[in-house]
């Protein structure tokens, strides 16, 4: 504006009354925002800062180079220059001029740049010396910028290159995120160039992860002795070091595996790595006859890797061949896959976990071998069903529950009458024995454990459909009947979650449920929940991360092929389909993870 119109702007300000009212009296006082404002500002500095207009200091690099700023615009972005210029007299004594040694000009122009218009070009050329000059300068925008272009350039030929960088110049989102794509894709890594030249603290780094997504153990006893012999005469001598953290005792139990290490030369060389070699073919006799009591040592146990570290094992009955089968289904990723199908179809066993590893299929199979007991070890490496002591009763269509390591066979039918005697098997003794009866006779009941009792609930006796539930002491060998559910349920699913018992679905009053009441033990009462979308009877119940999984059932003479989902915070259910018409899923258990199960 010229001096001319200024004063002309002044003088009819002056002469303006103030207290004149320019508006009507109903307008109100309003805020007005210029969302451009800021925008514009920042467009002025640049120009400014490009004309070297009003700069108040100079950065000189080591490359020679020159380049100019304002003082206050860079405090206001960096806490890097913040305390530079707070700590030095730039500028009161004629030194306006800083060297910025760790930086060269493109870079710091890049910066600087960015502090000025709230933009940065990122590409793989500058991407690693960008993240170190913007973690000097603490600008924590082209950080995380650098770092997100990082992990997405991530893969098995440069993740050991790109975590080295981030583990020398603590970058710890980075680091955390190549270890994670590192343990991930093991198989591939181990093949790249770079893997042969770590040293061995990577190497024992990397393969003591309990986390390491490898299926087989000897996934990681072939890379240890591929880096080995890369250079056998300055390695040879890390080979005790580096066996200790394979975990051979699960290679033992493979035979045609256990004698490829036992006739690698190297380990023959070294007495320390015969000592493991023995505790691993001592552990899979030990096994043998002990498979419950053996302690075990870390290198005796499956590694585990994945969003979640446990899975579902679904029992699936098919129209098709084979006519029973089992699945892996991982929730997180919604991942299925074949599992190792029984020899018997057991559409009406009973199902029991120990310590999330052993399987138990109890009873349901028709004609004598109703008595028979199949298990499955998830954390085998070469996994099969194996038959177990036979019960004393034979039974199908009944409850299952465990008590520790004890697993309770509950009533059910034995092809003539439904039974209201129980069993129960130690797995340290191998033995079943009889313990008290319940007080009424149940079959195709739901049983669930709670506070070290085992709840016997609905069922039929044969006769009727019935809403009574009854509960077991261990500790007193006595059954008590408790409170009863609001509608009788034959076919009843049961599932326990934070301390409360869930009584699914089923049939009552000549219809299928997909009611859902809840009993809580320290009131003693049964109060209704959200309804399931489907009706269900004779559903899989299985409990895994604070949510509850309602798998398959029958409905109307018709098999479900659908899980529920139940959320106890938002008391709400949600429906996923699985996409395979012909299958009547009756059973899941969660279990840990196993070996062969696709990551």
């Known amino acids: ?224 002795i591929k880096w080995v012999k890369h250079d056998l005469d300055q390695r040879k001598d890390f080979l005790p070091e580096l066996m200790e953290h394979v975990r051979l005792p699960l290679l033992a139990s493979r035979p045609d595996v256990l004698n490829i290490v036992v006739e690698e030369h190297l380990l023959k060389n070294s007495p320390k790595c015969k000592d493991y070699m023995y505790e691993a073919i001592r552990f899979n006799l030990l096994k043998s006859v002990q498979r419950f009591t053996i302690s075990q040592t870390i290198r005796c146990k499956p590694r585990q890797f994945g969003d979640s570290q446990k899975v579902i094992l679904m029992f699936n009955r098919s129209d098709t061949s084979p006519k029973c089968y089992t699945e892996w289904y991982d929730p997180v990723t919604k991942l299925r896959e074949n599992a190792l199908g029984l020899k018997e179809c057991r559409e009406f066993a009973g199902l029991a976990v120990i310590r999330d590893q052993f399987v138990f299929a109890v009873g349901g199979v028709n004609g004598s071998s109703s008595k028979s007991v199949s298990m499955l070890d998830v954390s085998s490496q070469s996994p099969s069903w194996v038959p177990m002591v036979d019960m004393l009763v034979s039974r199908k269509r009944l409850g299952v529950g465990v008590l520790g390591d004890s697993i309770y066979a509950v009533g059910g039918h034995d092809g003539n009458n439904a039974l209201n005697s129980v069993e129960v098997f130690d797995v340290s003794t191998q033995k079943w024995r009889m313990v008290s009866s319940m007080t009424i006779v149940r079959r195709d009941f739901g049983v669930g454990v709670l506070n070290n009792l085992l709840y016997a609930v609905g069922g039929s006796d044969g006769k009727w459909c019935l809403k009574s539930v009854e509960c077991y002491d261990p500790t007193l060998d006595t059954w008590t009947p408790v409170a009863e559910m609001s509608v009788r349920r034959h076919g009843v699913g049961v599932g326990v979650l934070d301390g409360l018992l869930y009584a699914i679905g089923g049939y009552g009053n000549k219809k299928y449920l997909k009611s859902v009441e809840v009993y809580r033990p320290s009131d003693g009462v049964w109060s209704s929940i959200a309804d399931m979308e489907i009706c269900r009877s004779c559903p899989g119940v299985a409990v895994l991360d604070g949510l509850l999984y309602v798998f398959g059932g029958e409905k109307e003479s018709s098999i479900v092929d659908t899980v529920e989902i139940y959320n106890p915070n938002t008391n709400t259910w949600t429906l996923e389909r699985l996409s395979r018409n012909d299958v009547h899923i009756y059973g899941g258990v969660v279990v840990d993870r196993p070996l062969n199960f696709m990551y």
Request: with cysteine; hydrophobic share 40%.
């Open 1 to 224: 504006m010229s001096v001319k119109k200024m004063d002309a702007l002044q003088t009819s300000l002056s002469e303006s009354d103030p207290k004149q009212d320019l508006t009507s009296k109903e307008c109100e006082t309003t805020n007005f925002r210029n969302n451009s404002h800021s925008v514009r500002i920042l467009e002025e500095l640049k120009s400014l800062r490009k004309n070297e207009v009003l700069c108040d200091i100079r950065f000189e690099t080591d490359d020679g180079c020159t380049t100019f700023g304002h003082k206050n615009v860079l405090m206001a972005a960096s806490p890097y220059f913040r305390a530079m210029f707070k700590s030095r007299k730039i500028g009161k004594t004629g030194n306006n001029a800083v060297n910025i040694k760790k930086l060269d000009s493109t870079i710091l122009e890049l910066l600087l740049d960015y502090i000025y218009t709230g933009e940065i070009m990122v590409t793989k050329e500058n991407v690693q010396v960008l993240l170190l000059g913007a973690n000097l300068l603490q600008l924590d925008f082209v950080s995380g910028t650098c770092t997100e272009f990082l992990q997405k350039q991530l893969d098995a030929s440069n993740c050991l290159s790109i975590r080295r960088f981030a583990d020398l110049h603590n970058c710890t989102e980075l680091l955390s995120s190549s270890e994670t794509f590192i343990k991930k894709h093991f198989l591939d890594v181990v093949k790249s160039v770079d893997f042969l030249s770590l040293s061995s603290e990577d190497v024992v780094k990397m393969i003591s992860c309990n986390d390491l997504a490898v299926p087989l153990e000897e996934n990681v006893f072939e890379c240890v």
